[in-house]
C-alpha cells in the first residue's frame, strides 16, 4: 500500500479510527460508489453503516452523546471517505456544520434538545445561506423573518441546500431587519433559524416546501434542493443564540471550519485519482511497454503524487490552527484553495492516463472528472478564497510606507 | 457462557509476503500486519453467542508486541478482554508448538468455547483448532458455516464440499469458522475508544509456565533449508489446432503430469 498522505503525530486512537474508516470505505463504498453515483441514488446503506460506526457524533462533545474529537480527525475520516465517494462525505458535511455552530453558538437548551439527536445521526443538519440570486455575496440575500408576537414569520427562497430533502434540521440564514437599529450594517441584520422538518419533498411542514433534487453534472446520490419558506411560522427559540442579529458571523464561523472540510474531500478525491491512475499506468502496454514507463506518463505521476502529498499537509496545517484555538481564516481559505485546484489536475492527469478507456463510464475516473469541479465551486468559490486570502495578507503585512 | 476466540495477526492479505535470508521464517516487518480475516469471523460469532446467552469474549493471542494491535481490533469490535502470549522464545513455532503454548495459556481458565478462524491467510494449515482440542481432551467442531448453543450443548453445520454435516458435541468445545457463517461488525469508535481501557493480560513464556524447548525455531518438527522467489510469469503455449488439438492438449498435460 502507498505511503502519501500521511499524517505525523496522530494518537492511537485517531490512528485506529480512521484504519476503521479506510476499511469500511474499501469495502463498503468503492465497491458500490459508482454505480450508485450512475443512478442518483441516495446511499442508504453507506449512511446508516456510518452513523453505526459514529461518524455523524465524532465532533460532538462527549457530555451531547459524541466523541469529543479534533477538527483534524474529522477532516482525515472525510479525506478518507472521500477517496471512496465524494456524495459520502457531502451527507455528512453539512450535518457537521450545523453542530459546529451549534456547539460554539448555540443557547444551552439548543444544544440539549438537538446535539445528542446529531449525536446518533436521528437528527441531520442541513445549512442554508444561498439564494437563487446570490452566492459568495451573502449580503445580497432576501429572504426575510418578521416579528409577530413571540413568532416569527419566514419569506423566501433559498437555493443548494445540501442533503435538503434528506435533513431533519435546517439552519437558514434570513434579514431580521426590525431587530436591529435603523442604519445598521447589513451583516448585524442577519440571523439564523433552526428550522426543524421531517425528511422528503414537497410541503413537509405548514409553509416550508423542498421543491425537489437539482439535477446536476456530478455530486450525485447526495440531495441538493431549493428551499421555499411562505409564511413559515416559527418562534423567538428557533433563532440560533437566542439573538438575533448575528447570522452572519454564525454561518461565517460555521463554513470556516466547512473550508477545512472541503479541503480535505479534495485530498481524498485527489488521492483516488492518483491511485486509479498508478495502477492503470501499469497495466496499460502501448509500444511493448507499460504506459508508466514512458517519461511522459511517469512525469505525470511524479506532477500528481507530488500534489497529492502537498495538498494534504496544508489541510492538515489549517485544522491543525483551527484546533489550537487560533483564527485560521488564512490557512483554511488556501488549504481549500490548493487542495481544489490540485485536485482537479490530479484528476485531469489521472484521466489522460487512462486515455480513451477514461471516458468510459465503466471507469471510476470518468464520475471523479465530474465530482472534482464541485470543489472548486462549493464553500466559497476558488476566487473568494484567493480574496480571503489576499485581506489577510494586506492586514499582516500592512505597509508601513 | 465464556468464551475464548484465537487471532493471529498475519500480513496484510494483498502485501508482498517475503521470507527472512536469516532463519527462513515470514519477515512480519515487511508488510503491515492485520488480523486474520476468517478471526475476524470468529470474533463476530463469538460476540453474537454472547449476546445471545450473555457472557463474555475474551480474545488470546499469541505473536510479537505488534499483534497487540490485533487484540485492540478485537477488543474494539466488542470482546470484552484480552491475552496476550509474547515472548521471543516463540519465535519460528510450528503448528505443534503453537497449539501447545495455547492449550496452556487456554487451560483452568473455565471457557465454555474455543473459536478459531478456519486457517491463517500465511500458513494456511488449517490443523491448530483441531491440535489445541485435542490437547485439551475436549470435542472439536471445525469448519462451522452456524453455531447454535442450547445448554451444554453446541450443535454446528460443517461446510462440506458437497453441502453440510450436523456435528453436536457438549461444552467446553472447540469450534472453528468459515466466512460463510457471519459478517463480521466494523468497530464502532466509542468500541475503539473504549477498547483503550479493557484488560489485556500480557503472559511471557515462563509466566505461562510453558517449557521453552518446545517452542521456538529449534524445537519446530520442519526445516527449511532453502527458498528462492517465485520465478516470473513465463509465456505460455500455444496450441494451434490443425485437426490434432485434443491430442496435443492431452499430450502437454500429460507432460506436465496433470493426467
Sequence with gaps: ?401 | MKIAVCVKQVPDTWAEKALKAADSTLDRDAADGVMNELDEYAVEEALKLTEAHGGEVVVVTMGPERAGETVRKALSMGADSGVHLVDETLHGSDALATSYALAEVLKDRGFDLVMFGSESTDARMSVVPAMVAERLGIAQLTFAQKVEVSGPTVTIQRATETGYDTVEAQTPAVVSVVEKINEPRYPSFKGIMAAKKKPVETLSVSDAGLDAARLGLSAAWSQVEDFAARPPKAAGTIVVDEGDGGAKLAGFLAEQKFI
Design chain 1, 1 to 401: 500500500m502507498g505511503r502519501l498522505a500521511q499524517t505525523e503525530g496522530l494518537t492511537d486512537d485517531q490512528r485506529d479510527i480512521l484504519a476503521a474508516v479506510r476499511e469500511f470505505v474499501d469495502n463498503e463504498i468503492i465497491p458500490v460508489a459508482t454505480d450508485l453515483e450512475h443512478k442518483d441514488e441516495y446511499p442508504q446503506a453507506i449512511v446508516d453503516g456510518l452513523k453505526e460506526m459514529g461518524v455523524f457524533g465524532l465532533m460532538i462533545p462527549e457530555e451531547y452523546g459524541g466523541l469529543g474529537e479534533s477538527l483534524l480527525t474529522y477532516a482525515l475520516v472525510v479525506e478518507e471517505i472521500a477517496r471512496g465517494w465524494m456524495s459520502v462525505s457531502g451527507v455528512i458535511n453539512t450535518h457537521f456544520i450545523v453542530a459546529y455552530m451549534l456547539m460554539q453558538h448555540g443557547t444551552e437548551e439548543q444544544k440539549q434538545n438537538y446535539l445528542p439527536r446529531m449525536a446518533t445521526g436521528e437528527v441531520r443538519g442541513a445549512f442554508s445561506m444561498s439564494e437563487p440570486g446570490c452566492g459568495s455575496d451573502v449580503a445580497a440575500i432576501t429572504s426575510k423573518a418578521v416579528r409577530d408576537g413571540d413568532d416569527y414569520v419566514l419569506n423566501g427562497q433559498k437555493m443548494w441546500l445540501t442533503n435538503g430533502g434528506s435533513s431533519t434540521l435546517v439552519a437558514v440564514l434570513v434579514l431580521t431587519p426590525g431587530e436591529v437599529a435603523e442604519g445598521s450594517s447589513v451583516y448585524k441584520t442577519m440571523t439564523t433559524f433552526l428550522i426543524e422538518k421531517p425528511e422528503g419533498f414537497g410541503e413537509v411542514r405548514p409553509g416550508l416546501t423542498i421543491p425537489g433534487k437539482i439535477d446536476k453534472m456530478g455530486y450525485k446520490g447526495v440531495d441538493t434542493t431549493e428551499l421555499v419558506m411562505d409564511g413559515l411560522r416559527l418562534s423567538a427559540a428557533d433563532v440560533l443564540g437566542g439573538e438575533p442579529g448575528k447570522g452572519f458571523y454564525q454561518m461565517m464561523d460555521g463554513v470556516e471550519v466547512g473550508r477545512v472540510n472541503v479541503a480535505a474531500r479534495a485530498c481524498g478525491l485527489a488521492q483516488r485519482a492518483f491511485e486509479l491512475g498508478v495502477e492503470y499506468a501499469q497495466q496499460r502496454v502501448t509500444f511493448g511497454k507499460p504506459i508508466a514507463e514512458h517519461q511522459a506518463v511517469s512525469f505525470r505521476l511524479a506532477d500528481m503524487a507530488t500534489k497529492v502529498e502537498a495538498a494534504h499537509q496544508m489541510m492538515i496545517m489549517a485544522a491543525r490552527k483551527k484546533d489550537s484555538g487560533e483564527r485560521n481564516d488564512l490557512e483554511a481559505g488556501m488549504a481549500k484553495y490548493l487542495a481544489s485546484e490540485y485536485c482537479r489536475d490530479v484528476v485531469e492527469d489521472s484521466f489522460r492516463i487512462h486515455g480513451g478507456y477514461g471516458y468510459s463510464k465503466e471507469y471510476e475516473i470518468e464520475r471523479l472528472y465530474r465530482e472534482a469541479p464541485m470543489l472548486l465551486i462549493g464553500e466559497g468559490t476558488a476566487d473568494i478564497q484567493r480574496m480571503i486570502i489576499a485581506r489577510r495578507l494586506l492586514e499582516d503585512y500592512k505597509s508601513r510606507g
